[in-house]
């Protein structure tokens, strides 16, 4: 069993020097040390140190962090990685936040995390879908845009020119930006028996 360092900080003009020591001190290698220069805007997986790490990292071995925070941008990325690894068999430590799988209090705080990731997803979902209403209501229109029928009219006139001079139905429905199936359904809308 190895332990694996990671750090991250978001800027060149940050240093990652006490994660690192607090790394050491514990144990982690210098050379077992896998850093990210990048900002909390990119999930965990995007980032270049961590991807090394993941690739690097074998079953069995521990991947170490100063805090829990490091491994996201958010609790549900936080949470994401963790899964990640737990799901490879690699443990997951976290040192300031006491966060020791190999211990039962170091369980229950991942527990814990991902009971508040399970939460965070609900509460965002929520406030898509009170979004949604309140656009909804102020008239805005989701899906697929209305078709003016004189300009689809007008299509479809093309399309039964181009189909009567031998093109095929997908060649016709090119020539009017359609595909085949658009093609279709305004034939069908228009109830016209255009040749197929």
Do not use: C
């Given at each position: 069993m190895?332990?694996?360092g990671y750090?991250r900080v978001?800027?060149s003009?940050?240093?990652?020097?006490?994660q690192?020591d607090?790394l050491?001190?514990?144990?982690?290698?210098k050379?077992?040390v896998?850093a990210?220069v990048?900002?909390?805007?990119?999930?965990a997986?995007?980032?270049p140190?961590?991807?090394?790490?993941l690739?690097?990292?074998e079953?069995?071995?521990?991947?170490?962090?100063?805090r829990v925070?490091?491994?996201?941008r958010?609790l549900?990325d936080?949470?994401?990685?963790?899964?990640?690894f737990?799901?490879?068999?690699?443990?997951v430590?976290?040192i300031?936040?006491?966060i020791d799988?190999?211990?039962?209090?170091?369980r229950?705080?991942l527990?814990?995390?991902?009971?508040?990731?399970?939460y965070?997803?609900?509460?965002i979902i929520?406030?898509?879908?009170?979004?949604?209403?309140?656009?909804r209501g102020s008239?805005t229109r989701f899906?697929?845009?209305?078709?003016?029928?004189?300009?689809s009219s007008?299509k479809?006139?093309i399309?039964?020119?181009?189909?009567?001079?031998?093109?095929?139905?997908?060649?016709a429905?090119q020539?009017?930006?359609?595909?085949?199936a658009?093609?279709y359904?305004?034939q069908?809308n228009?109830?016209?028996?255009?040749p197929?």
């Amino acid at each position: 069993m190895r332990l694996l360092g990671y750090t991250r900080v978001s800027t060149s003009n940050q240093d990652a020097q006490l994660q690192l020591d607090a790394l050491l001190l514990i144990g982690v290698q210098k050379r077992d040390v896998f850093a990210d220069v990048t900002s909390g805007s990119k999930a965990a997986a995007a980032r270049p140190g961590m991807q090394r790490l993941l690739d690097y990292a074998e079953r069995g071995d521990t991947v170490v962090v100063w805090r829990v925070d490091r491994l996201g941008r958010s609790l549900i990325d936080v949470l994401n990685t963790v899964n990640g690894f737990r799901d490879a068999g690699i443990n997951v430590r976290s040192i300031s936040d006491g966060i020791d799988p190999a211990t039962s209090t170091g369980r229950l705080m991942l527990n814990m995390l991902a009971t508040l990731a399970e939460y965070e997803r609900e509460l965002i979902i929520e406030r898509v879908n009170a979004g949604i209403a309140v656009a909804r209501g102020s008239g805005t229109r989701f899906g697929r845009p209305i078709s003016d029928p004189a300009v689809s009219s007008e299509k479809l006139e093309i399309v039964a020119r181009a189909r009567a001079s031998g093109k095929t139905a997908e060649q016709a429905a090119q020539l009017v930006g359609w595909s085949r199936a658009t093609l279709y359904r305004h034939q069908q809308n228009h109830a016209t028996n255009f040749p197929t």
